[in-house]
């Protein structure tokens, strides 16, 4: 698993060893203290420090006796992303397409004896479209250096299973968040800066653009969305991992203020407005569901409970 330090990688590394896999964290080189984010015996969980963009190091990692790769390795937060947008590019499109051909090459080495590639995309990807819930047959037109450099990846990765038959999966995962996920993030920011704002008593809390509408899952919904691809998705097809269920931002805003305490006034403030804000992301997820039996099992209020304890913890 690549990017088996992050948010989504850190609870996956465990999920997976519960479920009978024998996973292999590769990291970031200079990723800390990272035995501790997987909450096992270090014994169980072998960890590979690793450069995505250096090839002859990925396609040392990758070897036949590999079942999968997870790849989970990118620049995640958009707001990275749009402050260097060629290191995203660099990362999520030229990453991806290194992690393809390392496949590749093994297919063409090893008699066809070759990992499945399970990419975990964005909804990024769709860009502006109308208020109804994405398909995976809806065009891409994303408007966002985020979305453009992992649709970047998605060509990537297709261009290699046309090519060399190496076996894909696409998951295009709409937003989701839970407990340690980083303030870099809407959900985190927002209950961090409204459990300021009741700290001092301030009566305002700056926000973005909370007029967008978002779906918004538990992040232990999505990994076992992942780990169910892995046992039965299809190689070539896309699966979006969404539930489908739409919140505005403003909504949220006012539910983290119930569960925080503090009855904050949102105050809407030009550096945190988004230039290209998708104002309607919400997934049609009945293709996994069909392919998998997938279905999301925490609510909304469960998920932003988490979030808020995790940050009082």
């Not at 969980?45 to 995505?52: A, G, K």
């Not at 590999?66 to 660099?90: C, E, F, N, Q, Y």
């Not at 450099?149 to 090519?163: D, F, N, T, V, Y």
């Amino acid at each position: 698993m690549t990017g088996a330090d992050g948010f989504v990688g850190s609870r996956l590394v465990p999920a997976l060893a519960a479920g009978g896999h024998r996973p292999i964290a590769a990291v970031h080189p200079t990723a800390v203290d990272v035995e501790n984010k997987f909450h096992l015996a270090s014994d169980r969980v072998p960890v590979v420090r690793l450069e995505i963009v250096d090839s002859g190091a990925v396609r040392a990692a990758i070897t036949p006796e590999l079942d999968a790769v997870i790849h989970l390795a990118a620049v995640a937060s958009g707001a990275d992303a749009r402050k260097d947008p060629g290191a995203a590019w660099r990362v999520n499109a030229e990453g991806t397409a290194i992690v393809a051909d390392a496949i590749a090459r093994l297919r063409g080495d090893h008699a066809g004896a070759a990992p499945l590639l399970l990419l975990v995309s964005t909804a990024e990807v769709y860009g502006v479209g109308p208020s109804t819930p994405r398909k995976e047959t809806d065009p891409t037109a994303p408007c966002s250096p985020y979305g453009a450099s992992k649709l970047g990846a998605e060509i990537a990765a297709l261009e290699a299973h046309r090519r060399a038959g190496i076996r894909l999966i696409i998951a295009r995962s709409f937003p989701h968040t839970g407990p340690r996920q980083t303030e870099r993030y809407v959900v985190p920011a927002l209950a961090a800066r409204i459990r300021a704002a009741k700290r001092v008593g301030a009566p305002a809390v700056r926000v973005g653009n909370l007029d967008v509408t978002r779906e918004l899952m538990h992040v232990d919904d999505v990994i076992e969305a992942y780990a169910l691809l892995l046992e039965r998705g299809v190689s070539g097809e896309v699966y979006n991992v969404a539930s489908g269920q739409a919140v505005s931002l403003g909504e949220v805003f006012s539910m983290l203020c119930d569960l925080i305490g503090h009855r904050a006034i949102p105050e809407v403030h030009p550096s945190l407005m988004r230039a290209g804000d998708i104002p309607y992301l919400v997934g049609d997820g009945s293709k996994l569901r069909a392919a998998t039996g997938w279905e999301p099992r925490r609510t909304l209020e469960q998920t932003l409970r988490e979030v808020v304890n995790a940050q009082a913890d």
